[in-house]
């Protein structure tokens, strides 16, 4: 189910900034895509707000983030608070399961997973967004997801083990059941 060649190197850290290369090859030459956070203060709280960025073959970064139209993340004590933002709901909708790689390293990066783990995760979610896209939107037009740190915990066992598997995302203000 997963993408063994899925590989998230952390290349800098400067104070409020980090940035991630994102690669589809063991030898982690062929580099997909890279993936910029920034800290920042909303609603009160510390977030990191990415923004990913295409890497052309000839080694090129593009000029305009892909995704990162209002997506952000933080931590607390009780488990990874995600946002999408509108325009990211839209364009994860929009493209669907061939998504699945730079969102599952956005997933990656804000639950502690490795690549091939999140994009499992990705693709559960992918196929869920746009029933919850219409169901679980907040006033502002985001989609908020919790992750405790106990289901955060499980996902990779979950991942690994044979058959179905279950997760359990609170999208909005609801429950909702993931199947990897």
Request: glycine content about 8%.
């Amino acid at each position: 189910m997963t993408d063994s060649t899925i590989h998230i190197e952390r290349t800098s850290i400067t104070g409020d900034e980090r940035e991630y290369i994102v690669c589809h090859d063991e030898s982690k030459t062929e580099e997909r895509f890279l993936i910029r956070e920034k800290k920042r203060a909303i609603a009160q709280n510390d977030v990191w707000h990415t923004e990913i960025y295409e890497i052309n073959p000839d080694g090129a970064v593009s000029t305009n983030a892909f995704f990162g139209g209002g997506s952000y993340y933080r931590t607390d004590d009780q488990g990874a608070h995600l946002t999408i933002g509108p325009i990211d709901m839209e364009y994860l909708i929009a493209v669907r399961s061939t998504g699945a790689d730079f969102f599952g390293s956005w997933l990656a990066i804000a639950l502690g997973f490795d690549g091939p783990v999140g994009v499992a995760l990705a693709r559960s979610l992918i196929d869920l967004l746009p029933i919850s896209a219409s169901l679980s939107i907040g006033p502002d037009y985001h989609l908020n997801m919790f992750f405790s740190h106990l289901n955060i915990a499980l996902i990779p066992n979950n991942v690994a083990l044979p058959g179905l598997q279950s997760v359990v995302v609170r999208l909005g203000s609801s429950y909702k059941v993931l199947i990897l």
